[in-house]
């Protein structure tokens, strides 16, 4: 995978292209948002962006991104502009209008050029 390669991954995510950002993802993905979330499968993880991208405008920035043939590591400034109220997410309650900005740290593993394992982390608030 090349940079070029994650450049249009977060590309197709910031412009909500499910089926585009999801084609990165082996069918048995597995995906950690920290200690909040565990998600296995394409469609799932899928799934719960359509639900996260239904109340936010999310805009992924890489900062810094190391490769390897069988995985990759990302710094990424992610901003959170929520468009829609959403008062029960499970990460912060959020209304409409609210601005969060945070950095993380993503680790990647690859095989045959999709994501096989995913693990994330908030690195700091901004």
């Given at each position: 995978?090349?940079?070029?390669?994650?450049?249009?991954?977060?590309?197709?995510?910031?412009?909500?292209?499910?089926?585009?950002?999801?084609?990165?993802?082996?069918?048995?993905?597995?995906?950690?948002?920290?200690?909040?979330?565990?998600?296995?499968?394409?469609?799932?993880?899928?799934?719960?962006?359509?639900?996260?991208?239904?109340?936010?405008?999310?805009?992924?920035?890489?900062?810094?991104?190391?490769?390897?043939?069988?995985?990759?590591?990302?710094?990424?400034?992610?901003?959170?502009?929520?468009?829609?109220?959403w008062p029960?997410?499970?990460?912060?309650?959020?209304?409409?209008?609210?601005?969060?900005?945070?950095?993380?740290?993503?680790?990647?593993?690859?095989?045959?050029?999709?994501?096989?394992?995913?693990?994330?982390?908030?690195?700091?608030?901004?």
């Amino acid at each position: 995978m090349t940079r070029e390669d994650f450049e249009r991954y977060i590309g197709a995510f910031n412009a909500n292209d499910f089926d585009g950002f999801t084609s990165f993802y082996a069918d048995d993905v597995d995906f950690q948002l920290g200690d909040r979330m565990h998600i296995v499968g394409q469609e799932k993880i899928g799934e719960f962006y359509r639900g996260v991208k239904a109340h936010f405008e999310e805009t992924l920035t890489i900062l810094d991104l190391i490769l390897a043939d069988d995985g990759a590591a990302l710094r990424v400034h992610t901003r959170f502009e929520t468009i829609k109220d959403w008062p029960e997410f499970e990460m912060w309650p959020t209304k409409k209008g609210d601005v969060r900005e945070i950095e993380s740290i993503i680790l990647y593993r690859i095989a045959n050029g999709k994501f096989t394992h995913i693990k994330s982390a908030r690195f700091k608030e901004l």
